[in-house]
């Protein structure tokens, strides 16, 4: 995607809870995987699988509006989608998301297949192509436990420094590996935590701070913004894990926290 002439877009980042953000990228504002129900209340996932919800959102659905596009890595965990997320959705613009997840939600749903795109067009707005990257929410043959994930890469002319990439919930294997090889990578929100259950012992299903490492090292993103690592009871790595990870690694200066609630800007976008 062509950069050249284009003067560059203010790109703000709010971090809401768990993996929900609000992107503000120029005149555009994209909401990732919405969850704004109150912390508390256990979700079963899958069989024998769980979760207790440890913290709420630190903004309410109504004042995230408007909204232009959802971007939903999945729609069928609670901890990516809950039942409030879900009510929000009719009153968003697009949800972009899985073709598994289009099929459930229906209306208004788009689906893309990994490296499918779709465009973000409105009169007197930059565009914002929007590649569905791939995503493994598991150890190798767990898909048809977990289902169907995607990440999300953002393009825009102007950008400073490469692609916007949102991980969504996966564990590093060649599709994430991929990513780095198709697409210069400016900024990476990675999902972290690596989370686990009991039940399933030693496996993994989201990243944890050795694979972020390996991001940083491997698809080079100028930024690194760590969220969806608390606020869950199935998490098993915080901030301080991350922390000591990229600081043996040299990468610290790599990581941007973000405080939730305040907006901060993605300089690198």
Not at 44 to 59: D, H, Q, Y
Not at 73 to 96: F, K, V
Not at 124 to 144: F, K, L
């Given at each position: 995607?062509?950069?050249?002439?284009?003067?560059?877009?203010?790109?703000?980042?709010?971090?809401?809870?768990?993996?929900?953000?609000?992107?503000?990228?120029?005149?555009?504002?994209?909401?990732?995987?919405?969850?704004?129900?109150?912390?508390?209340?256990?979700?079963?996932?899958?069989?024998?699988?769980?979760?207790?919800?440890?913290?709420?959102?630190?903004?309410?659905?109504?004042?995230?509006?408007?909204?232009?596009?959802?971007?939903?890595?999945?729609?069928?965990?609670?901890?990516?989608?809950?039942?409030?997320?879900?009510?929000?959705?009719?009153?968003?613009?697009?949800?972009?998301?899985?073709?598994?997840?289009?099929?459930?939600?229906?209306?208004?749903?788009?689906?893309?297949?990994?490296?499918?795109?779709?465009?973000?067009?409105?009169?007197?707005?930059?565009?914002?192509?929007?590649?569905?990257?791939?995503?493994?929410?598991?150890?190798?043959?767990?898909?048809?436990?977990?289902?169907?994930?995607?990440g999300f890469l953002l393009q825009w002319d102007?950008?400073?420094?490469?692609?916007?990439?949102?991980?969504?919930?996966?564990?590093?294997?060649?599709?994430?590996?991929?990513?780095?090889?198709?697409?210069?990578?400016?900024?990476?929100?990675?999902?972290?935590?690596?989370?686990?259950?009991?039940?399933?012992?030693?496996?993994?299903?989201?990243?944890?701070?050795?694979?972020?490492?390996?991001?940083?090292?491997?698809?080079?993103?100028?930024?690194?913004?760590?969220?969806?690592?608390?606020?869950?009871?199935?998490?098993?790595?915080?901030?301080?894990?991350?922390?000591?990870?990229?600081?043996?690694?040299?990468l610290t200066d790599r990581l941007q926290w973000?405080?939730?609630?305040?907006?901060?800007?993605?300089?690198?976008?």
């Amino acid at each position: 995607m062509s950069t050249a002439g284009a003067p560059p877009l203010d790109v703000r980042i709010t971090h809401i809870g768990g993996p929900t953000a609000l992107l503000e990228i120029g005149p555009w504002r994209l909401l990732t995987d919405p969850t704004f129900d109150a912390p508390g209340r256990r979700y079963v996932f899958a069989p024998l699988i769980s979760s207790t919800k440890l913290a709420g959102p630190v903004v309410q659905p109504d004042a995230v509006l408007p909204i232009d596009a959802v971007l939903l890595s999945h729609d069928h965990h609670d901890d990516n989608l809950d039942d409030a997320g879900r009510a929000l959705l009719p009153q968003c613009g697009r949800t972009i998301t899985t073709p598994a997840g289009a099929k459930r939600l229906g209306a208004g749903t788009t689906g893309l297949a990994p490296w499918e795109q779709t465009t973000l067009e409105a009169a007197g707005r930059p565009a914002i192509t929007i590649t569905a990257t791939p995503a493994r929410h598991g150890p190798p043959g767990s898909r048809p436990l977990v289902g169907q994930v995607t990440g999300f890469l953002l393009q825009w002319d102007g950008q400073r420094d490469g692609a916007l990439w949102i991980s969504g919930d996966t564990v590093w294997f060649a599709g994430v590996q991929q990513v780095g090889e198709r697409f210069d990578v400016g900024t990476a929100i990675l999902h972290f935590g690596g989370v686990r259950f009991p039940v399933s012992g030693p496996m993994r299903y989201t990243m944890n701070a050795a694979e972020g490492v390996r991001v940083a090292r491997e698809l080079g993103p100028r930024t690194i913004v760590p969220i969806h690592f608390e606020g869950w009871k199935h998490f098993r790595e915080g901030r301080d894990v991350i922390e000591r990870e990229f600081a043996q690694a040299g990468l610290t200066d790599r990581l941007q926290w973000l405080v939730p609630g305040e907006a901060a800007p993605l300089s690198g976008c």
